[in-house]
């Protein structure tokens, strides 16, 4: 009796192990929609993102997404600077991670091309990047492009409703024609420098202000210590702080539509991993985007709560 009582509870442990290590076992993300066309069981993928709030929450998104299919993941959220996320990506740190089309076309392949159509700009990024063994998978609709901003009741008192008026408002010395801007802006090839060349006029000393992209937009709510600064066109607290955003009235800044970068090796392991810009994107739009934003840089939410959130909302993950 004995014996078998031992048996019995040795064969009931080894049940529990199993069943533990086995295909039965929660996912770290309860599955939904997404899963019952994803299975990446066993499998494990590393995610980054740079470091601002939509970065943050597209970052989030994806690994609720892959944890929902069944694989593991391995985060890199919050990495500081374009070109480092970029650099971890083609040297194999990190497998996947949103990128913009923008910034692609001019900071990592250095074309000069002025491309305006957003999908004419995406097909030619798509095209260019496989040379370097990047992937991009289906764009989402937002356009998250680079902007001048400035406050409502300042536009309406200068007058300025375009960066042309703010380039003749630096040409005519008004002590209001000051500009607020991160120290990754002045040396992109899509940033400062062009932008003055393309409008063809120069700040003077001590009209220039770097800052953290997050402290631009209390500076510019409050006019100090600067009227006029650089903003993400998506950004949530545009609407909150009643920030507008300039005519870019030349076409210098290019598009900037969000697609998820995956490293080619990746996709040719796990090519149902393009569900992910089939599924998602789509649902991604310019409106939906600043929404999820405020939700995290106003409402002072976790970009994990508001993209899981999100995700569940839509049925995509459980």
Do not use: H
């Not at 740079?50 to 391995?74: H, N, P, W, Y």
């Not at 709510?221 to 702080?241: H, I, K, M, Q």
């Not at 995290?296 to 459980?318: N, W």
């Amino acid at each position: 009796m004995r014996r078998r009582l031992l048996a019995a509870v040795v064969a009931l442990l080894a049940a529990t192990v199993l069943s533990g290590c086995g295909g039965d076992a929660p996912r770290a993300t309860p599955p939904g929609s997404f899963a019952r066309d994803v299975d990446l069981t066993g499998q494990t993928f590393v995610v980054g993102s740079k470091e601002f709030d939509e970065q943050l929450l597209l970052c989030r998104m994806t690994i609720a997404l892959l944890q929902s299919a069944g694989a593991s993941v391995v985060e890199r959220c919050d990495t500081k600077g374009s070109e480092n996320v970029r650099s971890a990506l083609t040297a194999g740190s990190i497998d996947m991670y949103w990128e913009y089309t923008g910034t692609a076309w001019r900071t990592y392949l250095r074309q000069e091309a002025q491309l305006t159509d957003p999908q004419e700009l995406y097909e030619a990024v798509q095209v260019a990047d496989a040379a370097n063994g990047v992937r991009w998978l289906r764009p989402a609709p937002f356009d998250n492009t680079y902007a001048i901003g400035v406050t409502a009741a300042n536009a309406d008192r200068l007058g300025v409703r375009s960066i042309s008026d703010l380039a003749r408002l630096v040409r005519g010395g008004s002590p209001d024609a000051t500009l607020c801007i991160d120290q990754e802006f002045t040396g992109r090839e899509d940033g400062l420098v062009g932008l003055l060349r393309a409008y063809d006029f120069q700040f003077p000393d001590g009209a220039l202000d770097t800052l953290d992209v997050d402290d631009i937009y209390p500076a510019l709510a409050a006019s100090r210590p600067c009227v006029f600064g650089e903003v993400f066109a998506t950004d949530g607290r545009l609407n909150a702080l009643r920030i507008n955003t300039l005519d870019d009235d030349r076409g210098y800044f290019l598009p900037y539509q969000a697609a998820l970068t995956v490293r080619s090796d990746v996709l040719t392991r796990a090519p149902r991993l393009a569900l992910i810009g089939e599924r998602l994107a789509p649902m991604l739009t310019d409106q939906v985007m600043r929404e999820l934003n405020a939700r995290v840089s106003v409402g002072r939410r976790s970009p994990d709560d508001v993209a899981r959130t999100f995700l569940r909302e839509q049925g995509l993950i459980g």
